[in-house]
C-alpha cells in the first residue's frame, strides 16, 4: 500500500511477555515508513491507559495473557470508542476465538506465525477499515458458522467452546478432576488449566462448579 498519506501507522503493542513486544518492535522496525510502534502495554491494565494517552490508529494485541485477556481488553477499548481498531495476535489456530474476537470489536484476528511483510499489510487494512483474519482460519470460520446454524456441531458450539472444550467439559460434569481428564485425554495439567480458563470465560462462570452448573442447565449434554 506504500507509505500512508498522513505517515506511518501509528501501533500500540500489548502483551504480556516483554520478549515477544521486543520481537514484533524489531518485525515492525524494518518498516517505518509504513508503520511506527508508538507505545507499549503488558497487560489490560496498562493497555488502557497507554491507549487512553497515545491515542493510537491500530492496537495489535496478545489473546492470552496472564491474568487478563486480550479479548477482554479489545471489548473495553470498543466500547470506549467504537472506531478504535483492534487486531489480535494469537498462537491459537481456533475459528472459536476468532469468533469471539468479532463479537469483542476486533478490526482483525491473525495468527503469530504471520510474517512482518503480511503483518504490515494486514495493518494497514485494518487501518483503512478492512476487517483482517488469517485466510485458512477464515475459510474454517464460514464453514463452521454453517455447520453450527444447522445445529450439525458437537455440543457447546453454540456457547462458543471448541470440540476440546466441550470434551473437557463433558468430563467435568461426569466428576472427573483435572489429573483425570488430563490422563484420559494424554495431555498435561497445565494444558487443562488453561482449557478450563476459556471455558470458564465463554460461560461467564468463575469456576468448576459454575461450568458444571451451566451445563447441566443450558443442557449442553443431552
Known sequence: MGTPEH?????????????VIEGLKAMLGAYRS????????????????????????VVLC????????????????????????VVL???YDDEQYLFQALRAGAAGYLLKKITGEEL????????????????GLASRAVDTAARVQRDEYWPGARQGLTQR???????????????AIATRLLIGDETVKSHLRSIYRK?????RTGAVATALREGIFR
Open 120 to 135: 504490515v499489510m494486514q495493518i494497514e487494512r485494518a487501518h483503512a477499515g478492512d476487517v483482517v483474519i488469517e485466510a
Open 89 to 91: 495476535l494469537s498462537v
Open 165 to 179: 472444550e466441550s470434551e473437557i467439559l463433558s468430563f467435568m460434569v461426569s466428576g472427573l478432576s483435572n489429573r
Open 7 to 19: 505517515g506511518p501507522i501509528r501501533v500500540v503493542l500489548v502483551d504480556d511477555h516483554e520478549m
Open 203 to 207: 460461560l461467564d462462570v468463575r469456576d
Open 62 to 85: 496478545d489473546v492470552q495473557m496472564q491474568g487478563s485477556s486480550g479479548l477482554d481488553l479489545c471489548r473495553l477499548l470498543h466500547e470506549r470508542d467504537p472506531q478504535r481498531k
Open 34 to 57: 509504513r508503520v511506527r510502534v508508538v507505545g507499549v502495554a503488558v497487560g489490560v491494565d496498562s493497555a488502557l491507559s497507554v491507549v487512553a494517552g497515545l491515542q493510537p490508529d
